[in-house]
């Protein structure tokens, strides 16, 4: 979210204050950041959230989050999220779920669906089942990732999504760019590990 954030030069426009955020802050382009806070651009509201709310009260934070989006007027919502690579069974680079309200609304036919036989964990699983619950419409596109690095490849192919389905502009070239950076780096190392132990080479 913060590529997107910084790509539609979006401006900070409310915080989300928070009883059991954890008490951290950062400086960001001389002022400081809180945990949780919203961006506009345009008609786009964009959520960036610095950390994770203490596990023990993860749900109720996210219950309590999509009650106050389902409040604020917004038509829809879009959730990031991301699925092990290692579970791809064809050749699409992400998947879409979305919430019986969203599917009633038109749907997205022409995307790849996640299967019915996968879960999905986390927040974005507690914020559809409420929106769900709520008939509320909301998908989320979850990028086929690495779960064992940074995937800056993932997020460009949800950065693309989103771009086309709310109609923006977003170059996905520094996204691209580092994950070629990140992909060459690790290929030296298996290479370097595959050398033999006596190998006066480094």
Not at 25 to 30: L, R, T
Not at 154 to 159: E, H, L, P, R
């Amino acid at each position: 979210m913060k590529f997107l954030i910084t790509e539609l030069k979006a401006q900070r426009k409310c915080f989300i204050d928070y009883e059991h955020a954890p008490a951290v802050s950062s400086q960001v382009e001389g002022r400081i950041a809180t945990p949780y806070e919203v961006f506009v651009a345009g008609e786009l509201s964009l959520l960036k959230a610095e950390v994770s709310p203490v596990r023990e009260k993860e749900n109720e934070f996210y219950r309590q989050l999509a009650d106050w989006i389902m409040g604020s007027g917004v038509k829809e919502v879009a959730l990031v999220g991301g699925l092990d690579e290692a579970l791809r069974s064809d050749d699409s680079r992400y998947k879409v779920a979305m919430t019986s309200a969203f599917a009633a609304s038109g749907g997205l036919d022409s995307e790849p669906v996640f299967e019915e036989d996968r879960m999905i964990v986390g927040p974005v699983a507690s914020l559809l089942n409420t929106f769900e619950m709520n008939s509320f419409p909301a998908l989320a596109v979850l990028a086929y990732s690495n779960t064992e690095r940074v995937d800056p490849r993932a997020a460009a192919s949800a950065v693309e999504f989103l771009s086309r389905r709310y109609h923006f502009s977003a170059d996905t070239g520094p996204l691209i760019k580092g994950a070629e950076v990140i992909e060459s780096e690790l290929k030296m190392m298996e290479e370097k590990e595959k050398r033999p132990a006596g190998s006066v080479y480094s």
